[in-house]
């Protein structure tokens, strides 16, 4: 059995990361074949298109892709959307799962296992916008549909029953947006109903941002809205040595999925090669476990695990490594 994987290294340190990741996953005597793709703001302005026909086609053919970071503008750019928007719409990959693990980093928290199971199509993300009152007045609109939140709320329930907990927190606003969170409330506490194993419980989301923060090891699986997710999952990413070293990925009901680090571009650091590419290396091993090579999958946690215990760390972790030192020791372990 041969696997095909599609590397899109994107903007910024997504140059530096994916290749990285790309030399562990080439490192476990797997049958890979790697293709290469561009999405991102250098290819749209280069290609004029930030994910292009070509970039579809090689995920499309490929098992699973991992993709590094696009650098979006803050501002609005004609003819540009952010390809990770686009390809999470295209794709119809709705769920973006967050695994925050505790890791030996000195300052890392210890005993969190959770994930963060984050509706990945809708909420705010919707891009139903639009300015009114000559300028002066700007409307989102937060979309929230029972079929987006029955197969996000199924996914998580699916997912926690096979963790040894077996917990769910739904998390909402239902006190305040009666409307949008009220009916995710719902259909989530009725997917429950169809789980008698799991335990189930709600959380308001400022509530769950101060527990997260208080007593973070109380949580197994969190299913959430588009921006709670997001927001959630950096918090909790901060309570184990932050952005650079939590992985992701954006699954659906059909084929393509793709993994990333939940970094973004990191315009600051990007070029200098001291970016820590452990995100990326273990959003490859979800990748992995995705396919079915769950024993490759935890050889890559346990290496990167070992690295860390040696005390290679890079500079965002306190240390002195570069993306190749953090790398290299991690091969080593492997
Ligand atoms: P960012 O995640 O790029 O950076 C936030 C902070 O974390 C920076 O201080 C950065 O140096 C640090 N950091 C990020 N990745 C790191 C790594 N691998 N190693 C060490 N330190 C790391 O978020 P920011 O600055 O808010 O956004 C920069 C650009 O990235 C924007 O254009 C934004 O739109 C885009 N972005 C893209 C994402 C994606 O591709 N999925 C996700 C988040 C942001
Ligand atoms: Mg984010």
């Not at 041969?2 to 290294?9: A, D, K, R």
Request: aromatic residues 4%; hydrophobic residues 45%.
């Amino acid at each position: 059995m041969s696997l095909t994987i599609c590397l899109i290294e994107g903007d910024g340190v997504g140059k530096e990361v994916i290749p990285a990741a790309a030399s562990v996953l080439g490192a476990l005597g797997l049958p890979i074949t790697f293709t290469h793709a561009q999405a991102g703001w250098e290819c749209f302005t280069q290609q004029g298109d930030a994910l292009p026909e070509a970039t579809i086609t090689a995920m499309r053919a490929a098992d699973a892709t991992l993709f590094g970071a696009t650098q979006s503008p803050m501002a609005k750019v004609e003819g540009y959307r952010s390809p990770v928007l686009a390809m999470r719409k295209l794709f119809n990959l709705h769920a973006n799962l967050r695994p925050t693990r505790s890791l030996p980093i000195p300052g890392g928290r210890e005993g969190i296992d959770l994930l963060i199971v984050r509706e990945n199509t809708e909420g705010l993300y919707s891009g139903r916008e639009r300015r009114e009152d000559d300028g002066q007045t700007a409307i989102t609109e937060r979309v929230i549909t029972a079929a987006a939140t029955e197969r996000i709320g199924r996914t998580a329930f699916q997912l926690a029953a096979r963790r040894p907990r077996q917990q769910v927190t739904i998390v909402h606003k239902a006190n305040v947006i009666k409307e949008g969170d009220g009916l995710f409330r719902e259909v989530c506490l009725r997917v429950a109903a169809e789980f008698p194993n799991v335990q189930a419980s709600e959380m308001l989301v400022d509530a769950c941002a101060m527990w997260l923060v208080r007593d973070p090891a109380r949580f197994d699986v969190i299913v959430t809205e588009n921006l709670f997710g997001d927001i959630l999952s950096d918090e909790a990413a901060g309570l184990i040595g932050g952005l650079g070293v939590a992985p992701s990925a954006n699954v659906g009901a059909g084929k393509v999925a793709y993994f990333e680090p939940v970094h973004g571009s990191a315009p600051d650091i990007a070029g200098q090669g001291i970016a820590n590419p452990i995100g990326a290396i273990l959003s490859a091993a979800m990748l992995l476990a995705h396919i079915g090579a769950t024993e490759a999958a935890a050889r890559v946690e346990r290496a990167v695990q070992a690295a860390l215990r040696e005390g290679v760390l890079t500079r965002d972790l306190g240390g002195a490594a570069s993306t190749s030192e953090m790398k290299d020791a991690i091969l080593k372990q492997l």
